[in-house]
């Protein structure tokens, strides 16, 4: 059973231009969660998305940021006209919500290091 | 406002115990979560707490107080592999995100 899989897991982008990250879940799983990690800062949530559906992107910044969680293939996290700033490590998180549940383990990704020169 | 509170760095002996602290002020509260993240590497799950007391799991043990917003982590019979960042979160509601502490970071010395 495959884990959470993200790629590229390095990118290096120049500033102005487009970054694409990519999360698949593990299988099975339906809720997908977009972290961010500053170096010596704790994750950062970003967003939180259902198949075809933006359900929390109360930690996305309104700028430049997307997100999506298509009904086929893979979520795609979207910085547009990065900046040094920019530069990270992005986490993709997976979860198996079971209705009625608290309980939600989430499964990480091994991370998409981001550097904006 | 949400604020989680942990140390930043501890050191430990190989073979002793270590309890890592962890506290929390959140605007709701749907379990604590325990994660372990060695350096370049994803987090991996290590234990959830939603009920008082002490869940204890191998050579981990976690332990909550909801009334002291109070957290810790307990690590025995430390090995070299243990050392890692460990990483304090928070769920704070119903739509499943979750909080994150800055993480702990320990080092286990022979």
């Known amino acids: 059973n495959a884990g959470v899989m993200q790629n590229p897991r390095h990118l290096v982008r120049r500033r102005g231009q487009e970054a694409r990250l990519r999360c698949s879940p593990m299988k099975g799983h339906s809720h997908v969660y977009w972290y961010r990690q500053l170096p010596e800062e704790g994750l950062k949530f970003m967003v939180y998305?259902?198949?075809?559906?933006?359900?929390?992107e109360s930690g996305m910044p309104k700028e430049r940021f997307s997100a999506e969680f298509p009904k086929e293939g893979p979520s795609i996290l979207r910085i547009q006209q990065v900046v040094r700033g920019d530069s990270a490590a992005y986490f993709c998180?997976?979860?198996?919500?079971?209705?009625?549940?608290?309980?939600?383990?989430?499964?990480f990704g091994p991370g998409t290091r981001l550097t904006v020169l | 406002g949400q604020n989680i509170d942990q140390p930043t760095e501890m050191t430990a002996t190989e073979g002793a115990i270590v309890q890592i602290n962890c506290t929390y002020q959140?605007?709701?509260?749907?379990?604590l979560f325990w994660y372990q993240q060695h350096a370049g590497e994803a987090p991996t799950f290590l234990s959830y707490?939603?009920?008082?007391g002490l869940e204890e799991k191998g050579r981990f043990s976690s332990f909550l107080s909801r009334s002291k917003g109070y957290s810790y982590l307990l690590l025995k019979e430390l090995q070299m592999k243990d050392s890692a960042s460990y990483l304090c979160a928070v769920g704070p509601g119903s739509q499943g995100n979750l909080i994150f502490g800055k993480g702990t970071k320990l080092s286990v010395k022979p």
């Open positions: 707490n939603v009920l008082d």
């Open positions: 959140t605007s709701g509260f749907n379990g």
């Open positions: 998305l259902q198949k075809e559906n933006i359900i929390d």
């Open positions: 998180a997976s979860s198996l919500r079971l209705a009625g549940s608290s309980y939600n383990e989430q499964f």
